[in-house]
């Protein structure tokens, strides 16, 4: 590569262009959502100069506070929350997943509680020895690295596409024993395939965004399935769940949570919680065959549907997740 010909060119396209390009593309727009995205991306760069210098700012460990899980922050996730809030007051939106507001002069607390389904945008930013930010405005999905010589996101993955099956795969092994049969079934032919193939291989961060942004760009399957400590699943449905499954599916994945799509749950709470099996739409379609021939068996029928399992259950006074 011709590094010195790279820092004298004048098309890069930023994140900012990017914006600027789709929103040309719809004459009735008004510049609210450029604004909003400007906000996020400005949100981005601050937490990113954050990290590159925690350790000299003393923002590594814990924050002494716990978030409304009952968890201990982190310094960093206190400070980002501000960040992000501060920078998207004037907006009042959030960063994990934007919907379309029926009255803004009304808000209520169903406009927040929309199926992921209804979601305009949706995107990460992952933070490291270099500054990732994966976005997708519902005509598929790319991703920006942060130039810290230029201060601007450069599209450096344009229009990701998951591989349609992968070799990876994604999971809390330590949590094998609570699992359902159909989990421990496709995790097992994971590991030891009949067919002849070979074995997936297990790649495992525990950070969500880590593990999602590796299943994109190579394939693969990313599980946090429900077991019997966490029958409702571990993440949250408005901003874990919703957001990646927007983007896998955007990419041309799928998002399943063990009995629909994920797109489709209506969530009822802020802060509910959902169990999540997202990547490669072969991978993924694999999983919910295991678990409709379970529920085949378990409830003696033919021509079985997820959705239906899902419906009645509701019914019963439970919820579907």
Not at 82 to 89: P, R, S
Request: a positive charge; proline letters at 4%.
């Amino acid at each position: 590569m011709d590094h010195e010909a790279e820092t004298h060119r004048t098309d890069l396209m930023t994140i900012t262009r990017y914006v600027l390009n789709e929103q040309s593309r719809h004459p009735e727009s008004r510049g609210d959502f450029t604004i909003l995205l400007s906000h996020i991306v400005l949100g981005c760069k601050f937490v990113c100069s954050a990290v590159s210098k925690a350790g000299l700012a003393k923002l590594i460990g814990l924050a002494g506070e716990t978030n409304v899980q009952g968890e201990e922050q982190k310094k960093l996730d206190v400070l980002s929350n501000e960040v992000f809030v501060k920078a998207l007051i004037s907006s009042g939106r959030t960063i994990f997943g934007v919907y379309m507001v029926k009255d803004k002069d009304n808000v209520t607390l169903d406009e927040v509680l929309q199926p992921g389904k209804n979601m305009l945008a949706a995107g990460y930013c992952m933070y490291g020895s270099s500054c990732t930010l994966v976005l997708s405005t519902g005509s598929g999905v790319n991703g920006f690295t942060l130039d810290p010589s230029l201060g601007e996101f450069i599209l450096t993955h344009p229009d990701i596409k998951i591989p349609k099956k992968g070799k990876i795969y994604s999971v809390n092994e330590g949590n094998a024993k609570n699992w359902d049969g159909p989990t421990t079934k496709y995790v097992e032919k994971c590991k030891y395939p009949k067919d002849g193939a070979s074995p997936k291989s297990l790649r495992y961060i525990g950070s969500m965004v880590a593990d999602v942004h590796r299943t994109l760009l190579y394939g693969g399957i990313f599980l946090y399935p429900a077991d019997k400590k966490s029958p409702n699943g571990k993440l949250r449905v408005l901003y874990e769940v919703f957001p990646m499954s927007f983007l896998m599916e955007q990419a041309g994945g799928q998002a399943f949570t063990g009995k629909q799509r994920a797109l489709d749950l209506v969530p009822t709470k802020i802060h509910q919680r959902s169990p999540i099996f997202l990547g490669s739409y072969d991978e993924v379609e694999e999983i919910k065959g295991l678990k409709v021939r379970l529920h085949q068996k378990r409830w003696g029928m033919t021509g079985y549907s997820l959705e239906k399992s899902a419906v009645s259950q509701q019914g019963d006074g439970e919820t579907a997740h």
